[in-house]
DNA sequence: ATTATTGATGTAAGCGCTTACAAATAGGGT
DNA sequence: ACCCTATTTGTAAGCGCTTACATCAATAAT
């Protein structure tokens, strides 16, 4: 007490109790393979230097490290943020730890995360969406580490994934917006680049219109970045259009809402004169106003079955399975018939 | 080609140069120590083995990470979002990872994440506020490992913090709101318990109250914790209230968007009836409708400078100083004078 | 020509931990 | 009493990297 110490190590615990640091490193690893009473004084001597183990020196001794990683395009908006967190509570309960980092939609910045991740050892990786170099995927498997794709079900991919169905969902939603008697739909999309969670959603609303009798090529499409004042934006450029469209189907929740606030700073009256609609529903589609008519992601349920899936692959008891959620349409107020035609 | 390798390490990479591992090292640390030639020789084996360093063999080795961690109360919400990107950006920059996990404004898990984050090697640590157990700050100074704390200002606190007045700050914000006519006002704060910040936000309101002449003691005061859902039906108590308040002063923007989200359920106009103010001036302020009045708090400026604040130390180029970032009131609808008395 | 100086590279000692293996101890069956 | 097995603990070899120090060659200074 009082002279100044640097951290305690293994061996510092080791000569405390009067014990080798392989009993030591067992009490902390595997206490059922010591006795009670060795145990009791090793904890003991843990206790009072307050030693913590250095994870470094584990993870390299034990070539684990019970950390998981996962790499989201972003961590600006709320998207992801309820899924990572079921992932991460589930993860915890399963005994490991996230490492999270964004990659602000960049493939480069992506697959730069990728490696720093690898080389702390995460013992797997959740990615997100399933376009990507084949290059990736073979830098994984050089280093054993198992992945796993979610926010996107695709039975076609090889990769095992924990997601829902893009296309599929946004049709649904898609047949709602035409059956109020849409026609002249727009869309606010993500850009689609190397992002196949975009690209289905458009291909959803494309799909629909060609089932009801639209022409799908007559979609007016903007693609702009995920962020609020780019909603904004790409909805002013469509009020602008003549004929306005009577609808715009937005690529996320986060567009829907710079949509409808474009829309109230120009007088625009939703749904009366335009309908829009968001995807996600995440919490903000509850607060805009009007709500936003979108599709509902379960994205706990989503976040607690990748994890699951995830650390039964790194714990070698599955091969990778994919699993797909489902969503369903939620209907407020942000859709309504078009108004009568002039 | 072909064969199963496992991942290459530095060694295979000095052999397949023909040169000894201190010399690859020395190619990736400091790469101006080696001739040119060698070093070309060396990054093409890095290259064609597909190379990544082992980061804890390498942490170990060099006692320094080049990480920083930050523990955040949570990530549910985007009030850290923006500041802890632009912490992250900076660090980036300043040639460090960042590391964050949240405790979900528990105490004991902040310290557990503490501990992780440390035992993970990270070199200095991003806390939010003060209030928290000395041990854990003897703890961090016997790894040596300095600490920042943000989100908060206090001349008065032994720590160094980059971060605003929240009493000043929300006292100002009330001078408006008192000005503008309210009397009867109430509160929805988080939960003060162990969180400096709420505290100095229900005390700013107080203090402006006795300033103007009106009872401290008289406000109505709710506490709860940070989320939308519980900010709404805190203003549902408070509307069922006789007699009601004219003016409901949220803790932060969720609250009070939350608390939109019920006016408007409730069928109570805002402003015209009740005004509601929020804290922290996120995107959902300008959102929601009427657009939030509230206290715009600069985050990236916070998170720069805490980034740049804490490499400082962790470089020994700083001691730890303390930086106090300017906020200021921000007025859009959702305040108004209260309506004519009954 | 000789020595000092500088710069490039190699050698090898750890960093703190896990774990295969060896050793020691304690019962249990005969 | 003896041998065998099971259990607990110790010994020591790494894990992949950095870095102090030693070495060696090349250039500059005398």
Redesign the pocket.
């Known amino acids: 007490m009082g002279k100044t110490r ?2 305690p ?6 000569k405390a109790a ?9 009490c ?3 206490p ?4 009670e ?3 009791q004084r090793v904890m003991q001597a843990v206790e009072s230097l307050g ?4 994870f ?3 993870v ?5 490290s019970f950390t998981i990683g996962a790499i989201i395009p972003t961590m600006d908006n709320a998207i992801f943020a309820r899924g990572l967190q079921a992932f991460q509570d589930q993860l915890h309960e399963n005994g490991y730890t996230l490492l999270v980092s964004s990659s602000a939609y960049d493939p480069e910045a992506e697959r730069e995360q990728i490696r720093t991740l690898v080389a702390r050892g995460a013992d797997g990786l959740l990615l997100i969406g399933h376009a990507r170099d084949a290059e990736i995927y073979e830098y994984l498997e050089r280093h054993q580490v198992p992945s796993l794709v979610a926010w996107s079900y695709d039975p076609e991919a090889q990769r095992p994934s924990v997601g829902f169905r893009n296309t599929g969902a946004m049709c649904e939603l898609a047949r709602s917006v035409i059956s109020a008697g849409h026609q002249r739909i727009a869309m606010i999309s993500g850009m689609t680049q190397g992002n196949d969670r975009a690209q289905g959603r458009v291909q959803g609303v494309r799909q629909a219109m060609a089932e009801c009798g639209l022409d799908p090529s007559a979609l007016t499409l903007i693609e702009t970045a995920y962020e609020i004042d780019k909603g904004a934006e790409a909805f002013g450029r469509l009020m602008a259009l003549t004929p306005r469209p009577t609808a715009v189907m937005c690529g996320n929740d986060v567009l829907a809402a710079g949509a409808l606030r474009e829309a109230r700073k120009l007088g625009v009256q939703v749904p009366e004169q335009v309908s829009v609609t968001g995807f996600d529903d995440i919490e903000l589609a509850e607060i805009v106003s009007p709500a936003l008519t979108t599709v509902h992601v379960p994205h706990r349920e989503m976040g607690r079955k990748a994890a699951c899936e995830l650390t039964a692959m790194v714990e070698g008891k599955s091969e990778g399975r994919s699993i797909c959620i489902n969503t369903r349409v939620v209907s407020r107020n942000s859709l309504a018939e078009p108004p009568i035609q002039t």
Do not use: E
């Open positions: 640097s951290a190590t293994l061996n510092d615990v080791a009067g014990v080798s640091t392989a009993t030591v490193s067992r902390l690893n595997s059922d393979r010591v006795i009473a060795t145990r030693y913590t183990p250095n470094a020196a584990r390299m001794a034990a070539k684990r």
